[in-house]
């Protein structure tokens, strides 16, 4: 469904060592928003919810929510940790246009 990068995989187990509150993974959530249509929502979160698919790789889990999950299936996460724009970078084959930011997408 989902593929992280090494350096996305390394980028969550890092973010999970540095959250005040206990983590066990990364949630990717899609919302109505950002300058294309849709945007990708960020979080970690302790345990998966109802309905969500969790994907496990490299020592790291991904939830995804029910509704999320048709918009990103096929979807490589990737993490840039460039000193311009650092951050998480999605390449998704459901997205018909991109804005020039990157996080959200039509």
Known sequence: MVTLTD???????????????????????????????????????????????VIEAGGVKVFIDRDSQPHVGGMTVDFTPGVNSPGFTFDNPNARENCACGKSFG
């Open 7 to 53: 350096s996305a995989i390394a980028a969550i187990k890092f973010a999970v060592t540095q959250a005040p509150e206990p983590a066990n993974g990364l949630r990717i959530k899609v919302e109505a928003g950002g300058c294309s249509g849709f945007k990708y929502n960020l979080g970690l979160e302790s345990e998966p919810r109802d309905g969500d698919a």
